[in-house]
């Protein structure tokens, strides 16, 4: 009986190891949990490592300036705006903000109406002597 040697790369024998342990019926537990706060620390320290990094930067030290220009080139700059423009309900927006305002403008012109209203009034009441207490009952 030849033994073959195991092809698979190191971490993938630890990795199964652990996987066991995790499996015993006291320590189990701790291994599992020791998995779950190392992945944890790790999320927290791949974030800061990723904030950190200035990919912008990178892509310039990586590419030269000709291959990202051929990139941009590539990109139909029209056809795009015309899929974001037709992704946008550009009517009902317009529709929408023009009816508040409307609203608002309408809301406008009738106080000032009745202001107005109120002022012309006062004036002909003054005008022929009628006296203020009067007017208000009447409404």
Do not use: H, W
């Not at 990586?62 to 992704?87: M, P, S, Y």
């Not at 002909?124 to 009952?137: C, N, S, W, Y």
């Amino acid at each position: 009986m030849t033994t073959e040697p195991d092809s698979r790369p190191p971490q993938s024998m630890l990795v199964d190891a652990y996987r066991v342990c995790e499996g015993l019926p006291v320590l189990g537990g701790l291994f599992t949990r020791g998995r779950l706060e190392a992945k944890a620390v790790l999320s927290l320290i791949m974030a800061a490592v990723i904030d950190e990094l200035d990919l912008t930067a990178i892509i310039r030290d990586k590419l030269d300036a000709e291959a990202i220009e051929a990139v941009i080139a590539r990109i139909d700059l029209i056809n795009l705006a015309d899929q974001v423009i037709d992704g946008v309900d550009l009517p009902t927006i317009i529709r929408e903000s023009t009816t508040s305002v409307t609203a608002d403008v309408m809301t406008d012109v009738r106080s000032q109406g009745e202001r107005a209203d109120d002022a012309v009034a006062g004036f002909v009441d003054r005008m022929l002597g009628r006296r203020q207490g009067r007017r208000d009952r009447s409404r």
